[in-house]
């Protein structure tokens, strides 16, 4: 995202990385607060140098629909909701604080060319080829392995 300023021509304040377009912006009490196209929401304090910092208020699944839930226990009173999805993303939620601790991907999306799904197959919404759409996840404790089904088969 770029930031300009406009006096009879637009110069250049600041640049920041985000991880997809912004959908939405609003600045309040010093305050930048973005919605992003990955479902995402930043924030991050105002600044003219555009130095500050983003935080990651929060996140969820973004293009299709959320297909794999599953619940881990992790021990000492702790679990862990663990959801997949059409957008080729895993998150690993806390359940007490509500917020995603990890995130992961259902298949490698540098190579994934966009393919029609098999006759069959689980319908979609989504805009990812059918190897980057999760159907289904599966944690074994005993083995300590997450196991992920996708929508080629």
């Given at each position: ?67 794999g839930?599953?619940v ?5 009173g702790q ?6 999805a059409?957008?080729n993303?895993?998150?690993a ?5 509500k ?6 991907q ?6 994934a ?29 005993r ?8 929508n080629?088969?």
């Amino acid at each position: 995202m770029t930031v300009y300023k406009f006096n009879g021509a637009l110069q250049t304040l600041w640049k920041i990385q985000l991880e997809g377009a912004p959908r939405s912006i609003d600045l309040y009490d010093g305050t930048i607060l973005l919605g992003l196209k990955t479902g995402s929401i930043v924030e991050m304090p105002f600044s003219n140098n555009g130095k500050a910092k983003l935080n990651r208020v929060m996140t969820s699944h973004c293009d299709g629909e959320v297909w794999g839930l599953d619940v881990i226990e992790i021990g000492k009173g702790q679990s862990r909701v663990i959801t997949s999805a059409d957008d080729n993303r895993l998150l690993a939620y806390d359940v007490k604080s509500k917020f995603a601790l990890a995130e992961g991907q259902v298949h490698d999306s540098t190579n994934a060319k966009k393919t029609k799904a098999k006759r069959g197959g689980a319908s979609t919404m989504a805009s990812t080829p059918p190897q980057c759409q999760s159907r289904a996840v599966a944690w074994s404790s005993r083995l300590g392995h997450l196991a992920v089904a996708n929508n080629k088969g």
